[in-house]
């Protein structure tokens, strides 16, 4: 009887990817996706924040539980940072692997299995200078509407915060044929939205000579197939007037942007060690909005770096309103052991951390609801991604929510239907389709996803 398994993935987009190549690795090796309690639990970890680590840890300990007799592997950032950490506070985890060799995992798993007698194994292997991008492909059907791709991994930044330098090594990418063929695949599936996605994307193509990540764009926008495309976050420093005027001009880009500000005070992005100033990122916005109207920009908020003051915290309230972001992620300052500012004498104080963070938040309620209200009025594509009783759900081009009544008992997730914005929420927003008002019939776009 064939062995089943559980896939657990926590973090960004690059996990996600990589936590669907793992499930359909496994599957290929014979193993068989568990309903309930399984024999094998895969945690692919996040290491950005103490939460993500802590995470991992009771997912960990949670499948041991569930089943004693199970094999448990902590796979990804975490290990590949803290192995020794886990390998002490988590004896009972059969495996240890970082984040070069998981596409071994399945051959991996299966010797430990034949073994009568297992013992902890770590498989931790440091990154180098010059490290090839492991081919990690997903085979087979991807299982979403949306399918992440990975095309590039690792960053040469030296933000005195971040840990994932460690995690994944430095800059590389998958070769431009390849990413072509793998979008094509997911088209061929029926996809309509395809999300590219790096730990340091803008520096794509940096090791193949002639390619960067809006030559990559051009060519994509080339295929003729229906589809969208939409960017994962790209570091302010990595975006040119070049680049902004290839999306701007590419039909099948998305008008959304992904931006990290961090924070709105130049004192404080100089203790974090970002290259840019305030003012930098402002006229990014600014040039972003006038090439592209209507468009969406999101962002990353760090909230109580070490050292940051009542005035440093205003003054990044201020930039993220005059700017109008369309929404902001909030994180409160997480110090990560082996980074410059983990050791940095003037921590800020966690009550005085959380208010801040319900500042920004209540903020990025009043942006989100700003925008939104913009596209009232306003036909946008929605890609289905859920449809319960007799309303559908999925988002915009511009990534906001869209909620609607469904008419048509032919539509189904991953078709891509025109929908005209009635009413607005920080949520997100809520209209009909065309087969609800005066226009007639329902317009699909494209088969469905599988």
């Known amino acids: 009887m064939p062995y089943t398994f559980k896939v657990k993935t926590l973090g960004c987009p690059v996990n996600q990817y990589e936590g669907r190549a793992l499930e359909l690795a496994m599957k290929e090796a014979g193993f068989v996706p568990a309903d309930d309690i399984a024999d094998i639990y895969i945690i692919n970890s996040c290491v950005v924040t103490q939460s993500a680590a802590a995470e991992a840890r009771r997912l960990a300990s949670q499948a041991k539980k569930e089943n004693p007799r199970s094999l448990v592997v902590l796979a990804g950032c975490y290990p590949q940072v803290y192995w020794k950490e886990i390998k002490e506070r988590l004896p009972l985890v059969d495996i240890i692997i970082g984040t070069t060799g998981r596409s071994r995992l399945p051959d991996i798993i299966a010797r430990h299995l034949s073994e009568n007698h297992r013992e902890q194994e770590v498989i931790i292997v440091e990154h180098e200078p010059g490290e090839e991008f492991e081919d990690f492909p997903l085979t087979g059907n991807y299982g979403r509407t949306r399918p992440v791709l990975k095309i590039q991994e690792g960053c040469d930044e030296s933000c005195t915060y971040c840990i994932v330098r460690k995690a994944r090594g430095l800059p ?51 295929l003729a197939y229906p589809f969208r495309l939409r960017l994962s976050y790209i570091e302010p420093m990595d975006i040119s007037t070049d680049f902004l005027e290839t999306i701007a001009w590419a039909q099948k880009i998305c008008p959304f942007l992904y931006l990290p500000l961090q924070s709105g005070s130049d004192r404080i992005l100089r203790r974090m060690g970002r290259r840019y100033t305030s003012a930098d990122f402002a006229r990014l916005v600014q040039q972003a909005k006038e090439l592209m109207p209507g468009l969406s920009i999101w962002s ?104 609607f009544p469904v008419l048509d008992p032919e539509l189904k997730k991953g078709f891509l239907v025109p929908v005209r914005i009635r009413s607005a929420s920080s949520w997100g927003v809520e209209g009909y389709t065309s087969l609800e008002g005066p226009a007639g019939t329902a317009t699909r776009k494209g088969p469905e996803a599988h």
Not at 179 to 204: M, N, P, Q, S, W
């Open 172 to 222: 590389r990418s998958l070769a431009p044929e390849k990413v072509i063929a793998r979008v094509k695949h997911f088209l061929d599936k029926g996809c309509r939205e395809i999300v590219l996605a790096g730990t340091h994307l803008g520096t794509y193509g940096k090791d193949f000579p002639g390619w960067n990540l809006a030559r990559l764009i051009k060519e994509l926008d080339s």
């Open 300 to 403: 990353d908020l760090i909230v109580g770096f070490p050292g940051e003051t009542e005035e440093d915290h205003r003054q990044t309230m201020r930039l993220v309103e005059r700017l109008a972001l369309s929404h902001v992620h909030v994180f409160p300052y997480s110090p990560r052991p082996g980074t410059e500012a983990a050791s940095y004498p003037d921590q800020v104080a966690p009550d005085v951390k959380k208010r801040r963070v319900r500042e920004l938040r209540a903020l990025d309620e009043e942006l989100s609801l700003r925008f939104n209200r913009q596209l009232v009025g306003k036909e946008v594509q929605v890609l289905v991604e859920k449809i319960d009783e007799n309303h559908g759900e999925g988002f915009s081009e511009h990534y906001v929510k869209v909620r």
